[in-house]
């Protein structure tokens, strides 16, 4: 099954950039999409962006167009989230997810596989 590792998060003042990664391992990915989710307290767990492994199409929430891209390393079976420009109700816990499937899909009830998430603080 699909295992997967978060990495990069931090703490940074607004303005600022992290770049996330996320390492998954246990099968093949081109039939999955990979994507990148994020909840604070109190809030619900919220698509941030999400790309398709073997066609590369993407998909951004709209708070992050134009401040986050997503990006995929095929031989080395890992996502990033590149994020810039961090405003600080971009502070959140932010899980990997995968899923079976070549569309993506916005709840977060519909991915199959998690991380174990990583903390993104941006201090005003």
């Known amino acids: 099954q699909v295992q997967l590792v978060e990495s990069g998060g931090g703490l940074v003042q607004a303005g600022g950039s992290l770049r996330l990664s996320c390492a998954a391992s246990?099968?093949?990915?081109?039939?999955?999409?990979m994507g990148w989710f994020r909840q604070s307290p109190g809030k619900e767990r919220d698509i941030v962006s999400a790309?398709?492994?073997?066609?590369?199409?993407?998909y951004y929430t709209n708070s992050v167009k134009g401040r986050f891209t997503i990006s995929r390393d095929n031989a080395k079976n890992t996502i990033y989230l590149q994020m810039n420009s961090l405003k600080p109700e971009d502070t959140a816990l932010y899980y990997c997810?995968?899923?079976?499937?070549?569309?993506?899909?916005?709840?977060?009830?519909?991915?199959?596989?998690w991380g174990q998430g990583t903390q993104v603080t941006v201090s005003s």
């Open positions: 997810a995968a899923r079976l499937g070549t569309r993506i899909v916005l709840g977060a009830s519909q991915w199959d596989y």
């Open positions: 246990g099968r093949t990915l081109n039939n999955y999409s």
């Open positions: 790309i398709t492994w073997g066609a590369g199409g993407t």
